[in-house]
C-alpha cells in the first residue's frame, strides 16, 4: 500500500470516529446541546482538527451516514409506537373511504413521515426563515401531503417490512420494482 492509500485509510478512519462521536452525543445530549468542541474531547481532538472534516456541527448531522442513527430503531420505542398509530389511523381512513385503497398503507406511512422528517430537519439545522414556527410548518406539510395522497396519484415506492417491527401489518412479497408504478 502507498502512501497516499495510508494517508486516505487515515483520514476516513477519522471521519468516521468523527461521525461515531457525534452519532452518540447527538443521541445522548440531544442535537442543540452538543458541539464542535463536545465531538473533538470524546475523540481527543483538537476542535480545529474536526473543522478540517465538516465546516460546521450542522454538517455533520446533515452527512449522509449519521442516519445510522436508525439502525438503532429499537431504543426509540416512541418512534415505533408513533408509526403503528400512523398506521392505524391510515388504514381507518382507508377503509373510511377518504384515502385510496389502491396505495399501500406502509406507502402512505413513509410518504408521510419523509415530510415530517424534512421538517424536523429543517428545524434541527436552523434553516427555516425566521419567525416561520417548525409546528405550523408540519401541520401544513401534513395538510398538503394528505390532500395529494386523497387523490391517489399514481406511486413507484414500495416498502417490504421493517424488521424491527415484530407485529408489522407489512407483508415483505408486497415489495413491487421501483420502475412499475403502483396504482
Known amino acids: 500500500m ?3 492509500e495510508r ?4 483520514r476516513e478512519a477519522v471521519r468516521s470516529s468523527i461521525l461515531d462521536a457525534a452519532r452518540e452525543l447527538f443521541v445522548t445530549d440531544g442535537f442543540e446541546q452538543v458541539s464542535i468542541r463536545k465531538i473533538a474531547e470524546r475523540i481527543e481532538y483538537s476542535p480545529a482538527a474536526i473543522y478540517g472534516y ?12 449519521v442516519p445510522r442513527i436508525g439502525r438503532e430503531y429499537e431504543r426509540f420505542t416512541f418512534a415505533r409506537e408513533g408509526k403503528q398509530i400512523l398506521t392505524a389511523r391510515i388504514e381507518e381512513a ?3 373511504g377518504v384515502l385510496p385503497a389502491s396505495i399501500a ?7 408521510v413521515s419523509c415530510a415530517l422528517v424534512g421538517v424536523a430537519a429543517m428545524r434541527l439545522s436552523d434553516r427555516l426563515p425566521n419567525g416561520n ?18 387523490t391517489a396519484p399514481q406511486t413507484f415506492f414500495s416498502s417490504p417490512a421493517c424488521p424491527l417491527d415484530e407485529t408489522s401489518p407489512f407483508l415483505p412479497d408486497a415489495h413491487v420494482s421501483s420502475q412499475e408504478p403502483r396504482s
Not at 398503507?105 to 410518504?111: A, K
Open 2 to 4: 502507498g502512501i497516499k
Open 7 to 10: 494517508q486516505e485509510r487515515g
Open 54 to 65: 465538516f465546516p460546521s456541527k450542522d454538517d455533520i448531522f446533515v452527512d449522509r451516514s
Open 94 to 96: 382507508v377503509r373510511a
Open 105 to 111: 398503507p406502509e406507502v402512505m406511512v413513509h410518504i
Open 133 to 150: 414556527v417548525a409546528d405550523a410548518l408540519a401541520r401544513d406539510v401534513l395538510n398538503v401531503t394528505l390532500a395529494g395522497l386523497q
